[in-house]
């Protein structure tokens, strides 16, 4: 089996606009998380934050400015039961782990992890697993792949406001099960499983208002 280098690059809290998710994460973290830009393949946008270790919290929405995109988005954000959940309240929707070899991943991976696309943006670009139906693998418990082009983790260049990631939690009926393909993904130790009745994706962080529970 192939050695990988995996550490948790991202993860994204999805919102029905980027203005809903700026109030609603400011009432629970203290804080405002500042404008990030659009990504025109996907017609979505997104607001970032460090939170340590070279990894960033990503408040997703699409983007109302932005054409059809001509494909369905990533994260189920055109799933029908994704857009009356984020309609509720922003949810949590996706763990990204960055990998130094992404093509392999994909290649020996158990499960479908979607098709690999390139994103660019300026002089930087960004390979990522996105299935073309839009959905998450195992109900978004397990993450999304990405490899970054030669540089610096974009969350140096993002602002720290003093929110950290403590733990992604992953509930699942079967954690031994999940347990299973994570480690198939060399990726279980980068999340914390626990029992529950549903699958379900949380984030415990760290903030100026205590520990938080985004899920």
Do not use: Y
């Not at 659009?38 to 960033?56: I, L, R």
């Not at 991976?109 to 660019?120: A, C, H, M, Q, R």
């Not at 082009?149 to 999940?178: E, I, M, R």
Request: hydrophobic share 40%.
């Amino acid at each position: 089996m192939a050695t990988f280098i995996h550490k948790i690059d991202h993860f994204a809290i999805g919102a029905s606009s980027l203005q809903n998710g700026i109030n609603t994460l400011k009432g629970s973290l203290g804080v405002e998380v500042p404008n990030g830009s659009k990504h025109d393949a996907m017609s979505t946008h997104n607001c970032v934050m460090q939170t340590g270790n070279e990894s960033f919290l990503e408040l997703l929405a699409i983007d109302p400015d932005a054409p059809d995109p001509g494909r369905v988005r990533w994260f189920t954000m055109d799933n029908p039961k994704t857009i009356a959940r984020l309609a509720e309240r922003p949810r949590a929707l996706c763990w990204v782990v960055s990998t130094n070899n992404l093509d392999e991943v994909v290649n020996t991976s158990p499960v479908d992890l979607g098709e690999v696309i390139t994103f660019v943006r300026g002089e930087r670009s960004w390979r990522l697993t996105v299935p073309k139906d839009g959905h998450l693998p195992e109900n978004a418990l397990l993450p999304a792949f990405i490899e970054w082009s030669p540089g610096p983790h974009p969350s140096t260049g993002q602002q720290d406001l003093g929110v950290q990631l403590q733990q992604v939690l992953l509930t699942h009926p079967d954690p031994q099960a999940l347990t299973a393909m994570l480690t198939s993904l060399q990726v279980d130790h980068l999340a914390m499983v626990q029992q529950g009745e549903h699958p379900a994706l949380s984030f415990e962080l760290s903030s100026p208002t205590g520990t938080v529970i985004l899920d």
